[in-house]
């Protein structure tokens, strides 16, 4: 470690990121606050709220193996081998992640995930966790940051220098920044918005193959389910926001029901509280986050959703957080002062960040289109073939981005273009396959 434990840092964020971020400094030995506008989400008055269930893929578990927090995590999670499409007749189609029985992704609880990470990280003596803060911004002339206490309404002041922003795409940090004219921020909203349902447990078990990522992909929208511990699946519809199939159509529980049992008549057969959950959840909006610089020197740095929030079709939101949170970790045994570190941070992740954007919203076309399309399962079948035949060039993009952390976003999206060529090409053309791969595909790593 080169940069000084003693020096006291600022997390503002206490969800998974946050919560990670601080259980690495604190193994370090840095002495962390912790500061969460929520009340402590292991309290049960804290517990409800919407969120979309989260895949935890390679990237995340090496990142929670660094911290050690892996063994209270295992517990927490299912495993899903791949995606079980459904048709409107309510045939299935399994398409199995990976090529091994090893290469999975797995469901878990975005609440449960959290509170296990607080319960690793408030074991730490040098870590306080301070919730019912509300983060007011920075004040970069003062070298402030300001906050209110919940409890109590009164506003306080805390040194800025170090801050780590870790508080997700509704960052108060960054749009501090960006008000104050230091970085250039802007969301890219998705023109569809989500509603969580549920499919409850039948007799204490799951209705649906608790093996695999349930997709009814029907063109220009999709309805997911992921498994829960318990029996339950969290359902999850992605539909656009105006239009004639859009949740501005579906203002009646009759235009509900209509919608539904057309769309997904295997999937209403398993939802008894399909017309009251749809007519009361909440809907939630999905966008992008740019913003440029991360850093305001060695001052504060923005980190995960708050610095690159992306949508979340490709499962990779929280693994590239946590993927920040091991970069962040690694660097500081390559630098004295913050300043360095955090330049250093941005220069190393920005283009991965911006690769993972870019594939997680090819991914959500993918999901809910193009996996309906015969040439796409040709395809597939044939970068399964090829991917057993030259395993030392050839690996799918997604295999690349879920199954091989050594590999960076950047570098995925790049040889994910030529492979896609070669494939092409191959297609027409299986006898081109071992030359076009030697001539276009060095080897990996």
Request: include cysteine; proline fraction near 7%.
């Amino acid at each position: 470690m080169s940069a000084a434990p003693s020096q006291p840092i600022s997390v503002v964020g206490a969800g998974l990121a946050g919560s990670l971020l601080a259980l690495l400094l604190a193994r370090r030995g840095f002495a962390v606050t912790l500061y969460d506008r929520r009340s402590d989400p292991r309290t049960v008055q804290s517990r409800a709220g919407r969120s979309i269930n989260l895949a935890l893929a390679a990237r995340g578990i090496r990142a929670l193996e660094r911290a050690r927090a892996m063994e209270s995590i295992r517990p927490l999670l299912i495993v899903m081998r791949g995606r079980m499409l459904h048709d409107r007749t309510g045939e299935l189609e399994l398409q199995p992640y990976g090529r091994t029985e090893q290469e999975v992704i797995y469901s878990v609880d975005r609440a449960a995930l959290n509170c296990a990470l607080l319960d690793e990280v408030t074991r730490h003596p040098q870590v306080e966790c301070k919730f019912e803060q509300i983060c007011l911004g920075t004040d970069l002339g003062a070298d402030e940051l300001s906050f209110r206490d919940l409890p109590s309404g009164l506003a306080y002041e805390k040194p800025l220098t170090p801050t780590i922003a870790t508080d997700g795409a509704g960052s108060a940090v960054r749009m501090s920044l960006a008000a104050a004219h230091a970085i250039v921020a802007r969301e890219e909203p998705l023109d569809h918005d989500y509603k969580e349902l549920t499919i409850p447990a039948q007799d204490s078990r799951h209705a649906l193959d608790p093996g695999a990522l349930h997709i009814w992909p029907r063109g220009g929208f999709m309805l997911i389910a992921l498994p829960n511990i318990g029996g339950s699946f969290t359902a999850t519809l992605f539909l656009p926001r105006s239009g004639a199939a859009s949740f501005g159509a579906l203002a009646t529980p009759a235009q509900v029901r209509e919608f539904w049992t057309r769309e997904f008549p295997d999937a209403v057969a398993l939802m008894p509280d399909l017309v009251h959950e749809f007519i009361h959840h909440p809907l939630g909006q999905l966008g992008t986050v740019h913003s440029a610089p991360w850093h305001i020197g060695g001052r504060v740095l923005l980190l995960g959703d708050a610095a690159h929030a992306i949508f979340p079709f490709h499962g990779q939101g929280m693994n590239a957080a946590f993927e920040d949170c091991l970069v962040f970790d690694d660097l500081l045994d390559a630098h004295e002062e913050m300043t360095s570190l955090f330049d250093d941070f941005e220069r190393r992740r920005r283009p991965n960040a911006e690769a993972i954007a870019q594939m997680s919203l090819e991914n959500y076309e993918e999901m809910r289109a193009t996996v309906l399309d015969p040439t796409f399962k040709r395809h597939q079948e044939l970068a399964l073939e090829l991917e057993g035949r030259f395993p030392e060039r050839f690996i799918r993009r997604y295999s690349m981005v879920m199954f091989h952390p050594e590999i960076p976003y950047a570098e995925a999206l790049r040889r994910g273009a030529v492979q896609a060529q070669i494939i092409a090409a191959i297609d027409r053309d299986p006898k081109r396959a071992a030359a076009l791969i030697h001539e276009r595909l060095p080897p990996i790593g």
